[in-house]
């Protein structure tokens, strides 16, 4: 069984641009959640789709956002990068959220580094 | 803030011996995770223990939920290297079904 994918792995861009990182759940997960790591930081919400529907929303800035496909993959676009957004993000995969016992399955990340 | 916080932030111990780390948290859970993450990757899910249960075995790793205190706690028996990894408890709660992370326990096991 295929994992939760990320892409790319890498990603270094300047402040104020834009930038998307993308995520496949795993086959049959209709939940996707992102999240925010912040070096030596612990994992910070940031949103949950499921089918297709943002669930809910962490304490982030409008110029995070997302969306969920047909397919449950899902992208997260930062727009006007700003230093403190350089982390490594993680997607993570479930069965449907309302099932509150699954747990979630993670991705390796996307590092992203702001010059 | 965070729902839950990890005790301590880092151990240090020799190949062999026990781990164990807390996690206390705010309110009221549906039920409490587990997770272990490797240097720069992906979280793994270690073990989910409901609000009802109180103790939880996996192999080497046992999970224990007081909810009149609010905490839980991870045993690692009988630790070798390859566990070494930072370790966070998740919550989940509330009726949006969110789900908390608290900072990590950073775990290293000297060979």
């Known amino acids: 069984e295929a994992g939760v994918t990320q892409s790319p792995t890498h990603l270094i861009k300047t402040r104020g641009q834009q930038v998307t990182l993308r995520c496949s759940p795993i086959?049959?997960?209709?939940?996707v959640y992102w999240y925010q790591q912040a070096l030596g930081l612990g994992l910070q919400f940031l949103l949950w789709?499921?089918?297709?529907?943002?669930?809910n929303r962490g304490n982030f800035p409008p110029r995070f956002s997302g969306r969920q496909f047909p397919n449950y993959s899902s992208e997260l676009n930062v727009n006007a990068l700003e230093l403190e957004d350089s982390a490594l993000y993680l997607c993570?995969?479930?069965?449907?959220?309302?099932?509150?016992?699954?747990?979630?399955?993670f991705g390796d990340g996307t590092r992203l580094s702001i010059l | 803030s965070q729902q839950g916080e990890e005790d301590p932030q880092a151990l240090s111990i020799q190949e062999g011996e026990n781990a164990t780390m807390n996690c206390s948290y705010k309110?009221?859970?549906?039920?409490l995770q587990w997770y272990r993450q490797n240097s720069g990757r992906g979280l793994v899910h270690l073990i989910l223990i409901r609000s009802n249960e109180r103790e939880k075995h996996s192999g080497r790793l046992r999970v224990t939920l007081d909810t009149s205190k609010k905490s839980s706690s991870l045993l690692i028996t009988a630790s070798r290297a390859a566990d070494t990894a930072s370790y966070f408890c998740a919550t989940r709660y509330g009726g949006y079904q969110k789900v908390t992370f608290g900072i990590g326990t950073k775990l290293q096991v000297i060979p």
């Open positions: 086959s049959g997960h209709t939940s």
């Open positions: 789709y499921d089918e297709g529907e943002e669930r």
């Open positions: 309110t009221s859970i549906n039920n």
């Open positions: 993570a995969s479930s069965f449907a959220g309302t099932r509150s016992n699954q747990p979630q399955h």
